[in-house]
T-cell receptor, first 116, second 118 residues
Framework: AQSVTQPDIHITVSEGASLELRCNYSYGATPYLFWYVQSPGQGLQLLLKYFSGDTLVQGIKGFEAEFKRSQSSFNLRKPSVHWSDAAEYFCAVSVNYGGSQGNLIFGKGTKLSVKP | DTGVSQNPRHKITKRGQNVTFRCDPISEHNRLYWYRQTLGQGPEFLTYFQNEAQLEKSRLLSDRFSAERPKGSFSTLEIQRTEQGDSAMYLC????????????????FGQGTRLTVV
């Protein structure tokens, strides 16, 4: 069965430090992979997505992610974290019914705290 | 377009009562999704519509849950005989096609309806 694992429940980094959030997936076919961010009491906003091609994808707010098929991973990175990045981050894989990108399996999320 | 809109934002109900939530998707989107998110968990897929047709339902969607999208625009999610375990955030999302090649877009999420069953 398809699944997404985010091994880190909570991460704290200092403002200006680099960030890497881990995501591993289990999916039989070529995955469509996503990272979403959720601020408290809000819905989810898409940061970036991977379908095919270049395995390093750029997203909004200075985030990037690298797809590694051999490791079944899609880790999210940012070179310098800002206090406004504090939020919960979700990795997801699309089950892709007929090209739909909305049938998603999410990980449990990683909560990011930023120290001043 | 102001994005996906969900109403109400918060709902407190007594156990055993029925509740209904509404979702207005982005107007040109033909696909609509419902998710449930409990504390400390990621969103879990409940059901999916393409236009007015309900194409997929999760096993999480018990017979107390029903979703409709009668004219292929807004959708409602009804929970009958609510239980305390139904307390959660209910998220709606929509996606559609864009550009001259009709590429599918990613899912855009609303802010959710937080249900508390007391």
């Amino acid at each position: 069965a398809q699944s997404v694992t985010q091994p880190d429940i909570h991460i704290t980094v200092s403002e200006g430090a680099s960030l890497e959030l881990r995501c591993n997936y289990s999916y039989g076919a070529t995955p469509y992979l996503f990272w979403y961010v959720q601020s408290p009491g809000q819905g989810l906003q898409l940061l970036l997505k991977y379908f095919s091609g270049d395995t390093l994808v750029q997203g909004i707010k200075g985030f990037e992610a690298e797809f590694k098929r051999s490791q079944s991973s899609f880790n999210l990175r940012k070179p310098s974290v800002h206090w406004s990045d504090a939020a919960e981050y979700f990795c997801a894989v699309s089950v892709n019914y007929g090209g739909s990108q909305g049938n998603l399996i999410f990980g449990k999320g990683t909560k990011l705290s930023v120290k001043p | 377009d102001t994005g996906v809109s969900q109403n109400p934002r918060h709902k407190i109900t007594k156990r055993g009562q029925n509740v209904t939530f509404r979702c207005d998707p982005i107007s040109e989107h033909n696909r609509l999704y419902w998710y449930r998110q409990t504390l400390g968990q990621g969103p879990e897929f409940l059901t999916y519509f393409q236009n007015e047709a309900q194409l997929e339902k999760s096993r999480l969607l018990s017979d107390r849950f029903s979703a409709e999208r009668p004219k292929g625009s807004f959708s409602t999610l009804e929970i009958q005989r609510t239980e305390q375990g139904d307390s959660a955030m209910y998220l709606c999302a929509s996606s559609g096609r864009t550009g001259s090649y009709g590429m599918n877009t990613e899912a855009f999420f609303g802010q959710g309806t937080r249900l508390t069953v007391v």
